[in-house]
């Protein structure tokens, strides 16, 4: 009787906290309302991330897609035309987004402010491209730097939010200050595949030798050409790295 009795009280205590939750959040979106990462308008629905009408409207990457890099195919090829030409550092990437369907929310994810935006993308990265992460075994996620420079100005580093909101969900380690940018470089948006690997070149640095991984992801808003990861890449290889992998949110043209 005292056992079913104590399993009564225990169910209750937990509806209670789960109301409290529920209360809480209530509260906290009241207060601090959440942008929704689609149409950036104030999300309605208490608890939630996104609007309900928004879901769906960024499109996930399916296959096929490039086996190296996760670019969206359209033939038959097991690599996209970028990867059949150049040899990258990188083993394999994933993207979780069709480029189209999500430039908009990741400007504003790195420009305007959104760091609410990451717990959403996190999330989405976990359900999508968890097989692909789990697959690698990673030692730890680690998100490409941004220059102090930069950091102050901006305020933060999407891709170190994106890797923290990814790693709690996976029980990921990140190191967030593993891998530096000790070159402020100039944006790389306009510049050709050329001119990115060379305004890359020895822009990133690894001050710290006391952890030794074998398997790391590198984490990053978006893959373009694949410049900055094949440069991430090949410092972290030269630090006793044996495998490099990534994922971004989508692959395609540069915001």
């Known amino acids: 009787m005292r056992t079913g009795k104590n399993l009564k009280m225990r169910a209750g205590k937990i ?35 996104v609007c309900v009408e928004c879901l769906g409207r960024l499109k996930l990457l399916t296959p096929p897609w490039c086996m190296k890099c996760g670019k969206k195919l359209s033939g038959e090829d097991e690599y996209c035309t970028d990867c059949r030409r150049r040899e990258h550092v990188f083993l394999r990437g994933r993207g979780l987004y069709e480029y189209e369907s999500a430039a908009l929310s990741i400007y504003r994810f790195k420009y305007s402010g959104r760091r609410e935006y990451a717990d959403y993308f996190g999330e989405q990265m976990a359900e999508y ?86 398997r790391a992801i590198v984490v990053d808003d978006i893959y373009t050409t694949g410049s900055t990861m094949d440069e991430a890449a090949r410092v972290l290889k030269g630090a006793g790295v044996r495998e490099v992998y990534f994922v971004t949110l989508p692959c395609g043209a540069g915001v």
């Open 15 to 49: 509806e209670r906290t789960g109301a409290a939750e529920r209360a809480y959040r209530g509260i906290l979106q009241l207060l601090f309302p959440l942008r929704c990462p689609v149409c950036d308008g104030i999300v309605r629905q208490a608890g939630e991330k």
């Open 129 to 214: 491209l968890g097989d692909f992460i789990r697959s690698v075994e990673p030692d730890a996620l680690i998100p490409i730097p941004l220059h102090r420079k930069r950091r102050t100005q901006r305020g933060y580093n999407q891709a170190e939010l994106l890797s923290r909101a990814l790693g709690d969900r996976m029980g990921i380690p990140v190191y967030g200050d593993y891998l530096v940018r000790q070159k402020n470089t100039a944006p790389l948006k306009y510049e050709n595949p050329e001119e990115r690997q060379n305004n890359l070149k020895k822009a990133f640095n690894i001050p710290r030798n006391d952890v030794k991984l074998k």
